[in-house]
């Protein structure tokens, strides 16, 4: 891999490092709140349903999970000597899958 997608690799995960910590953050004291107040899981689905802010920040969420673990598995596996075309297809499919767990899930708990 050339020196310039190096660096594009790099400055992705660290932005989707940036995404991940606000958006973990957001989603921590959002739990925080429901426990707190007694919510249900019916309760909170109902406080959800039809929300596109919701949506859209576990959409962010979904889509920097699925930049970031990707690059950080192939760097671990470059680490142990796996590298090539084959690993950068598998790490293509990793976030492939992982996007389309991640939006499905968001559109159930949106829907």
Not at 44 to 70: C, E, K, M, N, Q
């Amino acid at each position: 891999m050339n020196t310039r997608s190096q660096v594009l690799l790099w400055g992705a995960q660290r932005i989707s490092a940036m995404v991940l910590a606000l958006c973990v953050v957001v989603h921590l004291i959002t739990v925080i709140y429901a426990v707190r107040n007694g919510l249900s899981a019916a309760e909170i689905l109902g406080r959800t349903r039809g929300s596109v802010t919701w949506g859209g920040f576990y959409a962010l969420f979904v889509a920097a999970v699925a930049v970031h673990a990707p690059i950080g598995v192939r760097n671990i596996l470059a680490e142990t000597g796996w590298r090539g075309r084959g690993t950068d297809i598998l790490m293509f499919v990793l976030a492939l899958t992982l996007a389309m767990w991640g939006f499905r899930a968001v559109w159930a708990v949106v829907s």
